[in-house]
């Protein structure tokens, strides 16, 4: 039976806004129309804005219990040090338990924010056997979105643990695709990987494969790889065939102009942070750089939350704010990242249509409780989704993921919130104290 989203206003994730009726079967959208088919089974939109569902290029579940932490003598005067005194403690302090609970919590917050799909790039050195399949379960089987999911491989806690990683990404891309889940090789950054480690990722990644890592973040990055490889980090993943179409390079911010001419002759995609990027100091990104290369340039939030629409507006403000130009990083660029990039992005991972609402396309959709105040139509729906969801509210009343209900009338469909909440401050609870002690289980 036919599935029909009635009373919406229907923006087709293009130029197309439009009062009408979007007909599901299946998993897919079958078409726009004025009115359901016969025998439909309807779900009414009342009017709100129902929109293609977001996607998260980059993100890290494991954080999600990190929000209210405190770690006695925490003071980073690097991006390293960042990364020393906080995030590989935390890290090493999860245990299955709280890698469940963690990307439980990422999942509803994602889908609370219209968050239809994440790429996640996951990290639990004293249980690296199995986190995959929890984090896959919290996602796709529990709260019900769409999930690739990855292990960052690092030599940082040694080489037996850097194997056991290797492991688990391969345990993950060679599960059966069941169309909500897929997978990538994930590695930490080049300057946590050695050459030994790369030689074997390259040997094992199964053809047609991308990598999702770290690149350029930080400075520490690009002078290491020149101190210690002779060569800098894009040239030495290209030593190792790595740079691949299905690749995802998250943050890329101190790349030259050779390494950003590398990644467009590769056709590989790169993933703007702008939230987290400021938050940890680390620098500006080359939007106009890598767009004008027609590099495939996305957005993603670092695990620095879960709201796809006010990172897009902070990506705006930060180019404005950086480059001294109230021009900068116009609506068309933003669109691109969030709107074009980011469904090419997904395709690439799991072969599906997504980021419209047009036929054939995955019946991926958002429906936000929002009342414009002024004309909406194609030439100012960004303006709205910027200047008045991402900067006053995000409220969103139903998500869809593959023509499967995931919230209904604000509500989750398939999993209880505050049971699952409640269980989080638990695991928070104790994981704190292993981190306080120095992480480790």
């Known amino acids: 039976m036919a599935r029909a989203i009635v009373n919406a206003q229907v923006w087709d994730g293009a130029d197309i806004v439009r009062r009408g009726c979007i007909v599901i079967e299946g998993q897919t959208v079958s078409a726009v129309v004025d009115s359901p088919p016969p025998g439909a089974s309807c779900l009414d939109a009342e009017g709100r804005l129902a929109i293609p569902g977001l996607i998260n290029a980059h993100g890290h579940a494991y954080s999600s219990l990190a929000r209210g932490l405190a770690i006695p003598g925490y ?67 529990d709260v019900g979105l769409r999930a690739s999911v990855a292990y960052e491989v690092s030599d940082r806690d040694g080489q037996a643990k850097a194997l056991d990683g290797i492991e688990e990404n391969l345990r993950a891309l060679a599960a059966p695709a069941d169309g909500l889940a897929r997978a990538h ?21 199964p053809d047609g494969a991308g990598i999702h890592i770290h690149v350029a973040e930080g400075p520490e990055d690009e002078e290491q790889s020149l101190e210690r490889h002779g060569m800098r980090v894009i040239e030495r993943l290209d030593q190792f065939g790595l740079l691949r179409p299905p690749s995802i390079l998250a943050h890329v911010l101190h790349l030259d102009e050779k390494e950003k001419d590398r990644v467009a002759e590769r056709g590989v995609a790169v993933v703007h942070n702008p939230r987290s990027n400021m938050n940890n100091a680390v620098g500006t990104f080359d939007l106009d750089g890598y767009l004008r290369r027609s590099v495939v340039t996305g957005l993603g939030t670092d695990g620095l939350g879960a709201n796809l629409l006010t990172e897009l507006f902070t990506a705006g403000l930060l180019q404005k704010h950086a480059r001294h130009d109230s021009l900068a990083a116009g609506f068309g660029d933003l669109a691109k990242l969030l709107f074009v990039n980011n469904p090419k992005i997904v395709e690439r991972a799991f072969g599906v249509r997504c980021g419209r609402i047009a036929p054939g396309c995955a019946a991926d959709i958002a429906i936000l409780d929002y009342a414009a105040p002024t004309p909406l139509d194609g030439s100012t729906i960004l303006g709205h989704l910027l200047f008045g969801v991402a900067a006053h509210a995000l409220r969103v009343s139903d998500l869809l993921v593959a023509g499967r209900d995931v919230i209904r009338n604000g509500a989750f469909v398939g999993v209880d919130e505050k049971a699952e909440l409640a269980k989080a401050r638990e695991q928070a609870a104790e994981l704190w104290k292993r981190v306080s002690k120095g992480g480790g289980r």
Do not use: N
């Open 75 to 141: 003071a980073p005067r690097s991006f390293g040090q960042i990364l020393e005194q906080l995030w590989w403690r935390l890290d090493r302090a999860l245990d299955p338990a709280s890698v469940y609970a963690s990307a439980v919590v990422a999942a509803m917050d994602a889908a609370r924010c219209g968050v239809t799909t994440v790429l996640d790039h996951h990290a639990s050195p004293s249980c690296i056997a199995g986190s995959l399949d929890l984090v896959r379960r919290a996602f796709c089987d």
């Open 185 to 205: 090789m994930g590695l930490h950054a080049a300057f946590t990987l050695s050459d030994e480690t790369l030689a074997r990722v390259a040997a094992r990644i």
